[in-house]
C-alpha cells in the first residue's frame, strides 16, 4: 500500500516575470520573537514555473511543490487567485 504525501502549497505575490516560463513570488509570514513576543514579518522569493506565462506582477497566486526543473525551481504554479489586470 503506498502512502501519499501532502505536498507543501503556498501563496504570495508575483514580484517579478522577466524569465521565460518562470516567475518569482515573495511569500510574507509572520514569526514571533523568542523572548520578546512581538510579532514581526519575514519574506522569502521563491522561482515558480509558469508554463504559459500567465501570471503578471502583483498577481495574489499559489503555488505547489513538485520535482526540480531546474537548480532553484522546485515550485509549480498551481492557481492565480486575482489578476493586477482586474484591480486597475
Avoid at 32 to 57: F, G, M
Amino acid at each position: 500500500m503506498e502512502q501519499k504525501t501532502k505536498k507543501q502549497i503556498l501563496q504570495g505575490r508575483v514580484v517579478s516575470d522577466k524569465m521565460k516560463k518562470t516567475i518569482v513570488v515573495e511569500v510574507e509570514r509572520l514569526k514571533t520573537h523568542p523572548l520578546y513576543q512581538k510579532k514581526y514579518r519575514v519574506s522569502k522569493k521563491y522561482k515558480v514555473h509558469d508554463e504559459k506565462k500567465e501570471a503578471q506582477v502583483g498577481d495574489l497566486v499559489s503555488f505547489i511543490a513538485c520535482r526540480p526543473f531546474s537548480k532553484e525551481k522546485k515550485w509549480r504554479l498551481l492557481k492565480i487567485h486575482n489578476s493586477s489586470a482586474n484591480n486597475l
